[in-house]
């Protein structure tokens, strides 16, 4: 069974200080996806990042960058000099290859705070 | 392009009375799904459907109905509402590559809160 581990529950940091938001995996298939969603306090959530299991290359996206180790089974996330509008809860998911169900297995979520 | 709307955005029920969340998407996405959130347990499928006329079961579809009959709609009912049914649910949709193993992006709509009194 898959399983999506967030153990951080709540971060609070200082704007402009860099932070780290931790992901760990368990899945028995080679083949899957990973992925960030991001919940602002509105309530929606928006897609951040989409990674199949094949590509282990991080990615920066400008102050966001994602760290995938297959070794570890992470997928860490890291906001650059956080703004204000970073605070949100950020959930990591991660999806097999299954066609025909594009089920989503969700960690619980980590509420970040950026203190002006 | 609305992209995925869901109403009502806030419901209050009483225990036993049913009612319909609705779910629209507008950019044929063969891949819809409903998803509840709950406080310290993430976000848990319900029911998903791969097109129009199919539909299964999620992790936890105790207590709900969903049909569809169209690409664009996916309903979600709920037959007699009960306290344990208090959350925000979310529904999705992706496309479905046949040349893709699953692992498609899933776009979310706005959410719709219930509270079953």
């Known amino acids: 069974a898959q399983k999506v581990t967030q153990a951080q529950t709540e971060i609070s940091v200082v704007e402009k200080e860099d932070v780290t938001l931790d992901c760990v995996y368990e899945?028995?298939?080679?083949?899957?996806?990973l992925f960030w969603y991001k919940q602002p306090p509105s309530g929606e959530l928006v897609f951040l990042i989409r990674?199949?299991?094949?590509?282990?290359q991080n990615e920066i996206s400008g102050r966001y960058s994602w760290n995938f180790q297959k070794s570890t089974s992470s997928f860490n996330f890291t906001i650059t000099a956080s703004q204000v509008v970073d605070s949100a809860v950020y959930f990591c998911?991660?999806?097999?290859?299954?066609?025909?169900?594009?089920?989503?297995?969700f960690g619980t979520g980590t509420r970040l705070t950026i203190i002006p | 392009n609305a992209g995925v709307t869901q109403t009502p955005k806030f419901q209050v029920l009483k225990t036993g009375q049913s009612m319909t969340l609705q779910c629209a998407q507008d950019?044929?996405?063969?891949?819809m799904s409903w998803y509840r959130q709950d406080p310290g347990m993430g976000l848990r499928l319900i029911h998903y459907?791969?097109?129009?006329?199919?539909?299964d079961q999620g992790e936890v579809p105790n207590g709900y109905n969903v049909s569809r009959s169209t690409t664009e709609d996916f309903p979600l009912r709920l037959l007699s509402a009960a306290p344990s049914q208090t959350s925000v649910y979310f529904c999705?949709?992706?496309?479905?590559?046949?040349?893709?193993?699953?692992?498609?992006?899933?776009?979310f709509g706005p959410g719709t809160r219930l509270l079953v009194l």
């Open positions: 999705a949709s992706s496309y479905m590559n046949p040349g893709l193993a699953g692992g498609q992006t899933q776009y």
């Open positions: 899945t028995r298939d080679t083949t899957y996806y």
């Open positions: 990674r199949n299991s094949f590509d282990e």
């Open positions: 998911a991660l999806s097999e290859a299954n066609f025909g169900n594009e089920k989503l297995t």
């Open positions: 950019m044929n996405h063969e891949y």
């Open positions: 459907s791969v097109g129009a006329g199919i539909t």
